[in-house]
């Protein structure tokens, strides 16, 4: 047990993210737990392009108009005496950069997977970003009162995907029409189900599974068979070990309708109950100008926090930006003398918020495991590392080299300032990449998504009157490249002047036209490394 003062307080935090493919309900999970834990008053539905009310959690026009998130949102909550951070991502695999960056500054993931589909292609893609990471996954099965698959199906093609053993915490009665509820087995009672999105978890009747008799004469052959079903799952399950959760070998399964708002605070429960509070992060102290690998615990008093999101101007009126800062140690209070590692430079945030979605509060002490908003008019990056002294620096925040490239052409050559600013600003925030051509000519945006370049242009219009045409150009991707010696990338450099680009951080790339590109370069230049991931600005590229 720690001395420190900030333990308990640190003890209290719980910080994940919710992960599915699109369409499985994660934005309505959301609003559920939000408004269980008392969080907001109503529940809004995400809706096509003519609704009038959209989810709390997607705020941005492009988002209300397509009833999909393209941007990752933050909420907190209070429940049960424990500060929940709840981090909910894009679906969208053309969104998927902003996502893996979010999963890096949770300590657990809440994984929605669609009882008619199974677990679908993005999912598979966030679990092995979760798995890199050994970050413990709770599954919560969606949509039991639709036409579904059985669960033990469901169960083992969980298993199969994530590589670990599936533990049930909660078993359905029946599906679909005949849906009739949940069995938990944690408390050893049945929920049973109503339909209605206005129902609230003391609506919901609960049978003791004690009273088997009660219960068949309700369900009949439905119970049975869930009778059947779970005893089955359970003798092929192992026994819950907490301990292998948190070390992402096993991972409790939830059943429900989170439209219906069932099976959610079971969900919520566990939360609280069984998701690991902060962990300690990795980092790399800075000693005679070498990095010396440090860990960061959580209840540590000196303040150390990462930047894992930048976000322009999430409000219209004021064209601010917000850094969200996951804290990884020590206490946060109005007025501290903070300093951005990369640049050495004193923060000064003109104010910070936590978040419930659109709405701000101001911070008036925070702890490791919080995310906080610094509105700052710029100087931040994505990566940044911020502290109140220590010289330390967090890595692992990814940049993937893109797939899709487009030239910028601006439609009013009198708008370029404007132009200038905004792709400055959504380059920083990791929107998008953008390349600098380093022998002049049209910026050029890199995305790994289509969807992406949609976004950023209807943004650079609404946001920065800045009138953009993308057309394609000869590029199909682009490699970071390092070398051992400032002559040896001086001598790569002058022999493809053409193919350098710099990044939004002044990062130097290769562009290529075909994948030969990369190997021809490296046959020729030997000692020169080319990268597919940037880990951020002056630090860890890999191979």
Same mark, same amino acid.
């Given at each position: ?33 939000l ?40 909420m ?15 679906g ?25 589909n ?39 093609? +969980?298993? $199969? ?5 599936? %533990?049930?915490?909660?078993? !359905?009665?029946?599906? /679909?029409?005949? #849906? ?5 087995l ?46 089955l ?9 907490h ?15 989170g ?27 800075? +000693?005679? $100008? ?5 860990? %960061?615990?959580?209840?540590? !008093?000196?303040?150390? /926090?990462?930047? #894992?999101?930048?976000?322009?101007n ?22 501290m ?50 502290t ?47 390349f ?10 890199g ?16 946001e ?19 070398a ?60």
């Amino acid at each position: 047990m720690s001395a420190s003062p900030f333990a308990a307080e640190t003890r209290r935090r719980r910080t994940f993210a919710i992960i599915s493919h699109p369409d499985a309900g994660k934005t309505t999970l959301t609003e559920k737990l939000l408004l269980f834990s008392g969080a907001i008053q109503i529940a809004g539905a995400v809706k096509g392009r003519k609704a009038s009310r959209h989810a709390t959690s997607d705020w941005m026009e492009i988002e209300k108009q397509r009833g999909i998130s393209v941007a990752s949102s933050v909420m907190q909550m209070l429940y049960r005496d424990h500060v929940i951070n709840l981090l909910d991502t894009p679906g969208h695999k053309d969104f998927s950069e902003d996502t893996y960056r979010v999963l890096t500054a949770v300590d657990s993931a809440l994984m929605v997977i669609d009882a008619a589909n199974g677990v679908e292609a993005q999912t598979r893609r966030l679990i092995e970003v979760c798995r890199q990471r050994n970050t413990p996954i709770i599954t919560f099965v969606n949509k039991m009162d639709r036409e579904v698959r059985e669960p033990l199906d469901i169960l083992d093609e +969980v298993e $199969r995907e994530l590589g670990m053993p599936c %533990v049930p915490m909660t078993w !359905p009665v029946g599906k /679909g029409k005949s #849906f009739g509820g949940i069995m938990n087995l944690r408390t050893q009672a049945m929920t049973v189900f109503e339909s209605g999105s206005e129902r609230r978890p003391q609506d919901f009747e609960t049978i003791p599974l004690s009273d088997a008799d009660t219960l068949r004469g309700r369900f009949g052959g439905e119970y049975e068979a869930a009778a059947e079903s779970m005893e089955l799952a359970a003798g092929a399950s192992p026994e819950w070990d907490h301990q292998a959760f948190l070390q992402a070998r096993q991972t409790p399964v939830f059943f429900g309708s989170g439209v219906n708002n069932f099976g959610v605070m079971e969900v919520l429960e566990a939360l609280v109950d069984i998701a690991p509070p902060p962990q300690a992060r990795k980092s790399s102290l800075i +000693v005679n $100008r070498q990095p010396v690998e440090k860990v %960061v615990e959580p209840d540590e !008093p000196s303040f150390a /926090g990462v930047v #894992f999101k930048v976000q322009a101007n999430m409000d219209a009126n004021h064209r601010d930006r917000i850094a969200f800062v996951r804290m990884a140690s020590g206490r946060y209070t109005p007025g501290m003398k903070l300093k951005v590692q990369r640049t050495a430079k004193e923060l000064r945030p003109t104010s910070v918020v936590t978040f419930l979605s659109q709405r701000r509060e101001a911070v008036d002490e925070a702890y490791a495991g919080d995310i906080i908003g610094f509105t700052t008019h710029g100087g931040v990056q994505l990566g940044d590392t911020i502290t109140d002294g220590a010289n330390l620096q967090f890595t692992g925040l990814p940049f993937f080299a893109p797939e899709l490239f487009m030239t910028v052409l601006l439609r009013n050559p009198l708008r370029t300032k404007q132009l200038q600013q905004g792709l400055a600003q959504l380059g920083e925030e990791g929107a998008i990449q953008v390349f600098r051509p380093q022998a002049g000519g049209a910026m050029l945006l890199g995305a790994v998504g289509q969807l992406q370049f949609d976004v950023v242009q209807h943004r650079l219009k609404t946001e920065y009157d800045a009138d953009i045409r993308l057309e394609g150009c000869q590029y199909t991707g682009a490699r970071w490249i390092s070398a051992e010696t400032p002559a040896e990338l001086r001598a790569f450099t002058d022999a493809y002047p053409q193919r350098m680009a710099l990044d939004a951080a002044d990062a130097l790339a290769f562009l290529c036209t075909s994948p030969y590109d990369v190997r021809l370069a490296q046959e020729r230049f030997p000692k020169i490394r080319f990268h597919l991931l940037r880990e951020h600005a002056g630090l860890a590229l890999q191979h």
